[in-house]
């Protein structure tokens, strides 16, 4: 309950990641918010559970490396502005090499209960098929690539603007028990130890150069989901490609990809370098299902079991779930919305996650971290203040917000697309050459650029978080009582 002193809440539609921490950054601000989501009332193709940030595709967060790699400073930023996201994922983490995977089961629950549990947050579960009029106030859209297709043509009808759409794939997982530990063996590449791992956290399924071009040739030839009609010319987003795509683009195409063997050395033979590698990593805590890495797919369900059972190691393999393919819709957001990610034509209105046209879990819920916090912002008399572009958090709401080439271009295709976030979206910084080093190239000068880029990001951000405030409510004092 709120008292007669307390802001009018914000409204978010949507509880998956982006919408989650949307409705967390509100409430930790001190304003009521009511998060809205419509399952179990109406189910997506893609999500098996009625839970909260339930996780469709892959359990990876991707790299936790924040000195070297822009997705692990971006969880870095994340963490320093109080990230519910981050908080469950570094709280059920499993191990996986140089990446932050997550149990999944565990990582929903967490969201759900420091949501469910903080005074200020209201859960309704409903549909909402319009995008809210003015009487709502301030509203977060966080609906994701799965918007349904009435909440999808509302918003096209009042923005004018046709919603761009790509096809993303599922990867199928593999009950570890099914497993021949015979043929794999585990090893994280290069052995590199990442957050809880232990540097031997990918299981690794070795292939013969007749092993793979078998491989090749049988997903090239397998029988794969047809597509709808409206569907036809909707295209995948390249860092999500399916895997027999892939395998479409040039034999040798999966060998420099998923499937490349560097960084790996079968202990049973270690004198023999393998042609090919398909490695799994740990989907759960207990550690009894393995995710297919890259392994995205659109083969019907027979097709892959048949030519996934032919990867040495997996040849008994039993699936406790098949890959699948889903729709993503996406705006077309330079165009659309502000710098604070407000709608242009509806400013009480904001959009927050996949929907705006970034992709990747944790670039999802950067965005509706800020789009909470703008939010909040607004609502206690603030003027909304970007992050830095500097940082990664403003790199990548530059990219959905800044000017694209041709995003305000009145003809023409429109070439905007969906973006992880990296090193190329951030202004450059010039790197001078250590004193007493006659040669500073290569590797070494990259990975210096690199550190200087993170270390400016780190600097920059925490200075932007002191001038718009932090989180009132720890994370901490909110998941503690999880398993309650």
């Known amino acids: 309950m709120t008292s007669s002193a307390d802001p009018p809440p914000i409204h978010v539609v949507g509880a998956g990641l982006a919408g989650s921490e949307a409705a967390w950054q509100i409430a930790s601000k001190g304003v009521p918010v009511i998060l809205h989501e419509m399952r179990p009332i109406r189910r997506t193709e893609a999500h098996q559970t009625d839970g909260l940030a339930e996780l469709v595709c892959s359990n990876s967060f991707r790299s936790d490396d924040a000195d070297l790699n822009a997705v692990g400073l971006i969880h870095a930023e994340m963490r320093m502005a109080g990230s519910l996201i981050m908080a469950a994922a570094d709280r059920h983490q499993v191990p996986a090499g140089g990446a932050l995977a997550v149990d999944r089961e565990g990582f929903s629950v967490a969201v759900g209960t420091a949501l469910s549990s903080h005074p200020l947050v209201t859960i309704r579960r409903e549909e909402i098929i319009e995008p809210p009029g003015e009487d709502w106030g301030l509203t977060v859209i966080a609906t994701g690539p799965l918007t349904t297709p009435e909440l999808a043509n509302s918003i096209r009808a009042l923005t004018g603007a046709d919603e761009l759409a790509f096809f993303d794939a599922i990867a199928p997982i593999v009950h570890a028990e099914s497993i021949d530990m015979d043929v794999a063996w585990r090893q994280s590449r290069y052995d590199k130890a990442g957050p809880g791992g232990t540097g031997a956290d990918y299981l690794n399924c070795p292939m013969t150069k007749e092993d793979y071009e078998a491989f090749v040739a049988a997903l090239v030839a397998g029988d794969k989901t047809s597509f709808k ?232 951000f925490a200075e932007w978080l002191d001038a718009t405030k932090t989180c009132c409510r720890t994370v901490d004092a909110a998941l503690a009582g999880e398993g309650d």
């Open 229 to 460: 009609e409206w569907e036809a010319n909707t295209p995948y987003f390249d860092g999500c490609l399916p895997i027999e795509v892939m395998a479409e683009r040039g034999p040798e195409t999966l060998r420099f990809g998923p499937m490349k063997p560097v960084g790996l050395t079968d202990p049973r033979n270690p004198a023999v370098k393998p042609h090919a590698i398909v490695q799994l990593r740990q989907d759960n805590a207990l550690g009894t299902l393995w995710n297919m890495v890259g392994f995205q797919t659109k083969l019907k369900y027979a097709e892959q079991v048949r030519i996934f059972r032919m990867i040495p190691g997996l040849a008994q393999a039993e699936f406790a779930r098949l890959g699948g393919l889903h729709r993503n819709t996406y705006l077309n957001s330079p165009k659309l919305l502000d710098a604070s990610l407000r709608l242009k034509i509806r400013p009480n209105l904001r959009f927050a996650g996949q929907i705006t046209g970034c992709e990747g879990y944790v670039e999802s819920a950067a965005i509706g971290l800020l789009a909470g916090r703008f939010a909040a912002a607004e609502r206690l008399g603030f003027t909304p203040v970007p992050p830095p572009p500097t940082t990664a958090c403003g790199a990548l709401l530059a990219h959905v917000t800044g000017g694209h080439i041709l995003a305000e271009a009145d003809e023409g295709p429109r070439s905007f697309q969906p973006m992880n976030v990296n090193f190329g979206l951030f202004p450059p910084i010039e790197v001078k050459k250590p004193e007493g080093v006659k040669r500073f190239r290569g590797t070494e000068k990259a990975q210096a650029k690199k550190r200087a880029l993170t270390a400016r990001a780190r600097a920059d």
